[in-house]
């Protein structure tokens, strides 16, 4: 069973345009959403993580919109270059020592 | 800021043999670290969760007899995958939870091959 639902598998965005991947969970315990980027052979690196008490967060180009009631959350990012071209991964986890629960990931492509 | 080590980055081993991948949180004390593995093209799957001073908790399908833990103090956690195949062939990742700030830092990864 999965526990977090990531789309689209793949995207890709004109150098410049918005990138937007969402994700949806089931399980209400979650209470941390982060979202993360991976580039090939290396871990993957916090962009940007919200709590359910939040419906946005922005930091640079990238944002984090939560609908409690819908269960989802989404990426979105701004401006976007070539040097975004990455995997993204959401993940959520429901707090204390818990792990994290990743999405399948979205391999973005920027194109100039 | 948070830091987790992961060493080695690569290594190559033969069918058989044992290979230990270390995870180490370089300014923060980590109770608690999280061992992933992930095939290409695919995403993290958990394999353990590793807690300073005791057994680690394996998930559902993850043979502890071949992937064994061993958190022994708050900066370490070791992964040694034994009597490797070629099916064990992947990319190791190791988080660990910074909970001054709530976060989980990854290290860079391991990737393992067996030939």
């Known amino acids: 069973q999965q526990q977090v639902k990531q789309s689209p598998q793949s995207l890709i965005v004109q150098k410049g345009g918005i990138s937007i991947i969402n994700c949806a969970y089931e399980?209400?315990?979650?209470?941390?959403f982060p979202w993360y980027q991976q580039f090939p052979g290396k871990g993957p690196a916090l962009l940007i993580a919200?709590?359910?008490?939040?419906s946005e967060k922005k930091e640079g180009r990238f944002t984090i919109s939560f609908n409690k009631s819908a269960k989802q959350f989404s990426l979105h990012i701004m401006d976007s270059q070539p040097g975004d071209s990455a995997t993204y991964f959401c993940?959520?986890?429901?707090?204390?020592?818990?792990?994290?629960?990743f999405g399948k990931g979205t391999r973005l492509s920027v194109i100039a | 800021g948070a830091v987790v080590s992961q060493h080695p980055s690569r290594v190559i081993c033969k069918s058989g043999t044992s290979v230990k991948i270390e995870c180490r949180s370089l300014?923060?004390?980590?109770?608690?670290m999280f061992w992933y593995r992930q095939f290409p093209k695919q995403s993290l799957m958990l394999m353990a969760t590793s807690n300073e001073g005791s057994k680690a908790t394996y998930e559902q399908g993850v043979e502890k007899d071949k992937f064994l833990i061993n958190h022994a103090s708050l900066t370490l956690s070791t992964l040694t995958v034994t009597s490797a195949h070629p099916e064990d062939s992947s990319f190791y990742i190791c988080?660990?939870?910074?909970?001054?700030?709530?976060?989980?830092?990854f290290g860079s990864g391991t990737r393992l091959t067996v030939v």
């Open positions: 988080s660990a939870i910074e909970t001054r700030n709530y976060g989980y830092t």
């Open positions: 399980n209400t315990a979650f209470d941390y």
């Open positions: 993940a959520a986890s429901k707090g204390g020592n818990t792990p994290l629960v």
């Open positions: 919200i709590r359910p008490d939040v």
């Open positions: 300014d923060f004390q980590a109770t608690t």
